[in-house]
């Protein structure tokens, strides 16, 4: 007989990681304006952005450090701490990516991206914060579900996971078509590297998403 995740502590990792999830939104949010803002060319405020996201993700590692100082010792869990652990890291390397992509466009913020994939990056980035959205609604399904070990919430829980993939594998697709239109580009190659490599930045956001899926339908399977 299972026992109810909940009454097996005095505060769920849960909330910690419902707390991060949500930290994790909104700095996709912000990601979302600064890129937007990068490719229209006319925007000031992507440095401003930029060190918001920066803000956001340093919020983002106190609330780690703290689900991580605050881990019970010693109690028998359904969920291994392992995975709760796993989840937290994928979820944090989302926030790594957004950082990393912002970064890398700092690098070279000029002369921007290209007319030729204005639309396929815009298009790119709403495939990758389509599932970002989707964490927290996992976390708090999830977490309804480790109360009472309905089989309802379980299958809600589970769709989601298979949606993050669906999520992930059209930021896939999006990607390969940048790639493939930045190699035919008429330009210099630091160009053509700046633009690859940022588009593959940009996907791995999507990647970390399904791996948090991942490993919430592991702990589910326990």
């Not at 000031?44 to 803000?55: A, D, H, T, V």
Request: with cysteine; glycine share 2%.
């Amino acid at each position: 007989m299972r026992v109810p995740f909940l009454s097996m502590f005095m505060k769920s990792p849960f909330e910690g990681l419902q707390e991060h999830a949500e930290k994790v939104k909104e700095c996709a949010w912000t990601f979302q304006q600064a890129m937007e803002c990068h490719i229209s060319d006319r925007c000031k405020r992507f440095e401003e952005l930029r060190e918001e996201i920066i803000k956001l993700e340093s919020e983002a590692d106190a609330i780690k450090r703290r689900i991580r100082g605050h881990m019970p010792k010693g109690t028998m869990m359904p969920v291994n701490i392992f995975l709760i652990f796993s989840y937290l890291k994928e979820q944090d390397s989302v926030l790594d990516a957004v950082e990393d992509a912002l970064d890398w466009i700092s690098y070279r913020s000029e002369p921007g991206i290209t007319d030729a994939l204005k639309n396929d990056f815009l298009k790119l980035v709403n495939a990758v914060i389509n599932p970002i959205d989707e964490l927290s609604v996992m976390v708090i399904e999830a977490r309804s579900y480790f109360k009472n070990y309905s089989e309802k919430q379980r299958v809600i829980v589970k769709d989601i996971v298979r949606n993050l993939r669906k999520h992930e594998h059209e930021a896939d697709q999006i990607e390969d078509i940048i790639k493939r239109k930045a190699f035919h580009m008429e330009t210099d190659p630091v160009t053509v590297f700046h633009m690859i490599r940022l588009a593959e930045i940009i996907g791995s956001i999507a990647d970390h998403a399904q791996n948090v899926g991942d490993v919430m339908r592991a702990m589910l399977s326990k």
